[in-house]
C-alpha cells in the first residue's frame, strides 16, 4: 500500500494533508489531492515530490472511480450527503475510506459488504464528531477497568474565539460552518437525567443553558445537544442515568440567541418576499404585531421581554438589526438574512485565533466511593488559517490514515472510532502537537 | 345527464347525500355513493328508490374506473391527498369533479387538459374553504361595483361548541379533524397591515391573538391562519394594504393553547422513547429542567410563567397533564400523545350542538367617506351528529351539484367557487336552509 486520495481540499484539509505530507517520504507514499479547483488542490501541495493536485468533478462517475482506483485508502472531505457516492465505489474497487463525517444510516448499511471485503470504513474521524469519542472512550474504558460504574457522562464542546481575539460583545466569532450555527438545534434536545428522559424543544434550548467551569478559563455557557441519547450503546453506557452532551458558548451568548429565536429570525422554511426591498429595520418590524413601544426597538424590546438597553439588546444593536440599511437578498428566509449578517460580523480577522475547548465529565463510583473527573481540553489556532478547528479536524484523520496504511488496524466494517486499537495511538500522537486532555478531580 | 357518484360516505357526506337524494326524484337522477364499508354507504343512502349504496377501494383502479365511468358528476370527498387519482381518471373519462379540500398544485396542473374537455374541476367547495370564499366575493364584487375601494379584508372563521353545549373550562370541543386542531398553525403566520408584511412565528401565534366582537354573541379570540395573503390575486385584491384570515376560538383558549405550545406538547417530530410507560405526569417532568417548585405542576406554572392556580394552569390540570396515569400509546409523538388525551376530554356528547361563526371585515372608501361592514354567519347544529359544520360543508357541495347537473354552470378548468355564476345562486339557496350571513355597518 502506498497510494492515499484526499478528495476536497477546502478549509478543514490542510493540517490532514501536511500531516500526510510529512510522513509521506520516510514511508514512500504518495498522496493526490482531488478538488473541483485543480489550482487549491495543488496549492495546499505546495510542490511536495510526494503529492499532486488534481482536477475532480465528483459527480462524474468514471472520473471518480478512477482516481479511486489507483489508490489504497481514500479520505473523503466532501459534504456528508456525497459520502455515500465514494463509499460505493470503495466497496467495488475495495479501498478504505475514512471521514470525518456523522455516519449516515445509508453508510451503516454497507458495513456488511466492507467487512467480507476487509475493508476499514471509518467514520465521525474528527473533532466532534471524533476527538470527542476517542477521548470519551479511553477515559470510560479506563474506569470500568478500575471497576468504576459510571452513573454520569457529560461531553462539551465548542469551537470559541481566543480571548485574545475577543472583540465583540457576543464573544463569538465564526470558525466553523456558518449556517450550521445559525440553525442549530432546532428540534429537540433529549437527554437523560436521574433515569428520566428529558426534552428542550428548540424554542427553550438557549433559556435553559448551563453554567460549566473550564478550568483556567472560567464559566462558559452549554446548551444541550440534540444527540446526547445516540451514543450511549456504542459507548457501552446502556444504563447510565445521566447523560448529556451539549455546545459550550462565552458568558451572555445563549440569552442573545434566544432572543434572535424568539424574534423568529433562525427560522428557514419560508422566504421573506420582497426581501431584498427590505431593510434590517423593516424586517424587524414585520416580525412585531401588538407590542407598546414607540419605535420598532422598544417593541422588539417588550416581545424579547428586556430593557431597551440591556446586554441582549445592545448584541441585537450591534448586529445592526434596527438599521435603515437594505438587506439585498431576494426572498431569503428569516435564518438566511441573519446567517448573511452575521458572516460579516463574526468574520475572522486575519490574525484572530479561534480556540477548541472540550470538556467531559465522568461521575462514577469507585470502591462504595462517589468519584467526578473532569477531563478538559483547550486548544488555540496560530490565525484565521492555521486554526484550531482544522488542526483537530485533521490531524486525527492524518494519523488514522498513516495507521491503516502501516497495517496497524485490524478493526474492518464501517466503525466509528470508539475502540482502543484506535484511540490510544491516535491520542498518543496528537499529544506531540499540542493536543492534550487535562484532568481535574472534582469534589462530589 | 342523470348519474351523480359521491365518493365517502364518512362524517361530512350526510349533508350531501340527503339534499341530492331529496332532490333526486323530480330531476330524475341516480346517486351512487361508494365507500370502502359498504354498510356506511348504504345506510346513508337509506333505501331511497334513487339512490344505491356500494363498495369502493379507491386503490383499486379498476373499480374505481368503472363507477367513474358510470357517472357524469363525480363528488370526492376523499382524504385531501387521494383527490388527484380520481381527477385522473375524470380527465380521461370525461367527468365534472367537484371537492371541499383544498385544491393542489397537482391539481392546478390539470386545468387546461379541464377546460379542452370542457369539464368542471370545482374544488374548495365546502365551509372552509367554500362558503367563505363565495360570502366574501360577493361582497367585495358588491363594494367594487358601488364604485367602492377596499383598504381592509379580515376573515375569521370558527369550528366552536354552542353555549348551551359549552360545559369545559377550555369552552372547546372536537367539531372536525383532531390532528388538524392539535397541529394548527405550525409555520409562520403571515399577512399584510398597512401595506406591510408582517410575520408571526408558531412560538408567539397563540399569544398575539385579536379580540373580536360577533353581534350577538360577544367577545371571541382569533390567532392569524398561515394563508392570509394566499387569495389576495383571486379575490382581485393585490393591492389591498390589510389582509388576514384568522380562526374563531372562545375567551381563553389561546392563552392556555400557548401553553401546551410552549410546554412542547404540540410538537409531532419525533417520539416519546417508551411513552407507553410513562405517566402523563411523568411527561411533564421530562419537559422541566432547571424550573423552581416543590411539584411538577408548580415547576410547569413557572416554565409558563402562571401562577400555580391560574385559569390557565386549571386547564391543564382540567384536561389530566399532572395525574399520575399511563399514557398506553407506545413511541407516541407529543401531539399524539395530547390529542389522544383532548379527544377523549373534548368530544363531543350526543346531544350537543356544535356552532359555526364565520365573519368578514370589509373596510372601503365609498365617494370620500370611510366605511367599515361586518358580515356575519352563526350557525348551530341540531345534536353532535347533525352538526352545523357537516351542513355547511355538505350543503354547497349538494347545491353546486344541482347547478352543474342542470347545466346552469359554464365555467370550465380547475376552479375555486369565486365567481358570481356559483357563488350568487349558491348563497341564495343556502337562506332555505338558515345559512344567512347578517351585516353590521360599524364605526370608522
Same mark, same amino acid.
Given at each position: 500500500?502506498?497510494?492515499?486520495?484526499?478528495?476536497?481540499?477546502?478549509?478543514?484539509?490542510?493540517? $490532514?494533508?501536511?500531516?500526510?505530507?510529512?510522513?509521506?517520504?520516510?514511508?514512500?507514499?504518495?498522496?493526490?489531492?482531488?478538488?473541483?479547483?485543480?489550482?487549491?488542490?495543488?496549492?495546499?501541495?505546495?510542490?511536495?515530490?510526494?503529492?499532486?493536485?488534481?482536477?475532480?468533478?465528483?459527480?462524474?462517475?468514471?472520473?471518480?472511480?478512477?482516481?479511486?482506483?489507483?489508490?489504497?485508502?481514500?479520505?473523503?472531505?466532501?459534504?456528508? =450527503?456525497? =459520502?455515500?457516492?465514494?463509499?460505493?465505489?470503495?466497496?467495488?474497487? %475495495? %479501498?478504505?475510506?475514512?471521514?470525518?463525517?456523522?455516519?449516515?444510516?445509508?453508510?451503516?448499511?454497507?458495513?456488511?459488504?466492507?467487512?467480507?471485503?476487509?475493508?476499514?470504513?471509518?467514520?465521525?474521524?474528527? $473533532?466532534?464528531?471524533?476527538?470527542?469519542?476517542?477521548?470519551?472512550?479511553?477515559?470510560?474504558?479506563?474506569?470500568?477497568?478500575?471497576?468504576?460504574?459510571?452513573?454520569?457522562?457529560?461531553?462539551?464542546?465548542?469551537?470559541? *474565539?481566543?480571548?485574545?481575539?475577543?472583540?465583540?460583545?457576543?464573544?463569538?466569532?465564526?470558525?466553523?460552518?456558518?449556517?450550521?450555527?445559525?440553525?442549530?438545534?432546532?428540534?429537540?434536545?433529549?437527554?437523560?437525567?436521574?433515569?428520566?428522559?428529558?426534552?428542550?424543544?428548540?424554542?427553550?434550548?438557549?433559556?435553559?443553558?448551563?453554567?460549566?467551569?473550564?478550568?483556567?478559563?472560567?464559566?462558559?455557557?452549554?446548551?444541550?445537544?440534540?444527540?446526547?441519547?445516540?451514543?450511549?450503546?456504542?459507548?457501552?453506557?446502556?444504563? *447510565?442515568?445521566?447523560?448529556?452532551?451539549?455546545?459550550?458558548?462565552?458568558?451572555?451568548?445563549?440569552?442573545?440567541?434566544?432572543?434572535?429565536?424568539? *424574534?423568529?429570525?433562525?427560522?428557514?422554511?419560508?422566504?421573506?418576499?420582497?426581501?431584498?426591498?427590505?431593510?434590517? =429595520?423593516? $424586517?424587524?418590524?414585520?416580525?412585531?404585531?401588538?407590542?407598546?413601544?414607540?419605535?420598532?426597538?422598544?417593541?422588539?424590546?417588550?416581545?424579547?421581554?428586556?430593557?431597551?438597553?440591556?446586554?441582549?439588546?445592545? %448584541?441585537?444593536?450591534?448586529?445592526?438589526?434596527?438599521?435603515?440599511?437594505?438587506?439585498?437578498?431576494?426572498?431569503?428566509?428569516?435564518?438566511?438574512? $441573519?446567517?448573511?449578517?452575521?458572516?460579516?460580523?463574526?468574520?475572522?480577522?486575519?490574525?484572530?485565533?479561534?480556540?477548541?475547548?472540550?470538556?467531559?465529565?465522568?461521575?462514577?463510583?469507585?470502591?462504595?466511593?462517589?468519584?467526578?473527573? =473532569?477531563?478538559?481540553?483547550?486548544?488555540?489556532?496560530?490565525?484565521?488559517?492555521?486554526?484550531?478547528?482544522?488542526?483537530?479536524?485533521?490531524?486525527?484523520?492524518?494519523?488514522?490514515?498513516?495507521?491503516?496504511?502501516?497495517?496497524?488496524?485490524?478493526?474492518?466494517?464501517?466503525?466509528?472510532?470508539?475502540?482502543?486499537?484506535?484511540?490510544?495511538?491516535?491520542?498518543?500522537?496528537?499529544?506531540?502537537?499540542?493536543?492534550?486532555?487535562?484532568?481535574?478531580?472534582?469534589?462530589?
Amino acid at each position: 500500500m502506498n497510494n492515499i486520495l484526499i478528495i476536497g481540499a477546502g478549509r478543514s484539509s490542510t493540517a $490532514l494533508i501536511n500531516y500526510v505530507l510529512q510522513k509521506a517520504k520516510e514511508n514512500q507514499w504518495f498522496v493526490t489531492v482531488a478538488d473541483a479547483d485543480p489550482q487549491l488542490a495543488e496549492e495546499k501541495v505546495d510542490g511536495h515530490p510526494n503529492g499532486r493536485g488534481t482536477w475532480l468533478d465528483v459527480m462524474k462517475v468514471n472520473d471518480r472511480r478512477e482516481l479511486i482506483e489507483r489508490a489504497d485508502v481514500v479520505v473523503s472531505l466532501l459534504p456528508a =450527503h456525497l =459520502h455515500i457516492e465514494v463509499a460505493q465505489d470503495c466497496i467495488r474497487l %475495495k %479501498k478504505h475510506l475514512i471521514t470525518a463525517s456523522y455516519v449516515s444510516k445509508e453508510m451503516y448499511r454497507l458495513g456488511d459488504k466492507a467487512r467480507e471485503r476487509e475493508l476499514i470504513f471509518m467514520g465521525e474521524m474528527g $473533532l466532534d464528531p471524533g476527538i470527542d469519542h476517542m477521548s470519551a472512550m479511553q477515559k470510560i474504558d479506563d474506569i470500568k477497568e478500575m471497576g468504576g460504574k459510571l452513573t454520569a457522562f457529560r461531553s462539551y464542546t465548542g469551537g470559541l *474565539i481566543a480571548p485574545e481575539s475577543d472583540d465583540n460583545p457576543w464573544h463569538y466569532k465564526f470558525t466553523w460552518n456558518p449556517r450550521n450555527v445559525v440553525l442549530a438545534g432546532q428540534g429537540t434536545a433529549q437527554y437523560l437525567e436521574n433515569g428520566k428522559y428529558k426534552y428542550i424543544p428548540y424554542r427553550r434550548l438557549f433559556t435553559k443553558y448551563r453554567l460549566v467551569n473550564i478550568p483556567g478559563m472560567g464559566e462558559y455557557e452549554v446548551y444541550a445537544n440534540r444527540d446526547s441519547l445516540l451514543y450511549r450503546e456504542v459507548y457501552g453506557l446502556s444504563d *447510565i442515568p445521566n447523560i448529556l452532551r451539549g455546545t459550550i458558548r462565552s458568558r451572555g451568548f445563549c440569552d442573545a440567541w434566544a432572543a434572535l429565536v424568539k *424574534i423568529g429570525l433562525t427560522n428557514g422554511s419560508y422566504p421573506i418576499l420582497d426581501s431584498d426591498k427590505l431593510t434590517y =429595520h423593516s $424586517l424587524m418590524e414585520a416580525f412585531t404585531s401588538n407590542e407598546q413601544g414607540n419605535s420598532v426597538k422598544e417593541k422588539i424590546a417588550q416581545l424579547i421581554r428586556q430593557e431597551p438597553d440591556s446586554e441582549v439588546m445592545q %448584541k441585537l444593536e450591534w448586529l445592526g438589526l434596527f438599521r435603515k440599511k437594505k438587506i439585498k437578498i431576494p426572498n431569503a428566509s428569516p435564518a438566511l438574512i $441573519l446567517e448573511n449578517l452575521l458572516l460579516d460580523k463574526w468574520k475572522l480577522k486575519k490574525s484572530d485565533k479561534d480556540m477548541i475547548i472540550m470538556q467531559h465529565e465522568f461521575e462514577y463510583k469507585l470502591k462504595g466511593k462517589k468519584k467526578c473527573l =473532569h477531563s478538559t481540553l483547550v486548544l488555540k489556532g496560530a490565525d484565521s488559517v492555521d486554526t484550531a478547528m482544522s488542526r483537530l479536524v485533521g490531524l486525527p484523520l492524518g494519523i488514522f490514515v498513516r495507521l491503516v496504511m502501516q497495517g496497524k488496524i485490524t478493526t474492518t466494517g464501517v466503525n466509528i472510532p470508539v475502540m482502543k486499537q484506535v484511540y490510544d495511538p491516535v491520542l498518543e500522537e496528537l499529544k506531540d502537537y499540542g493536543v492534550e486532555f487535562k484532568e481535574t478531580e472534582v469534589e462530589v
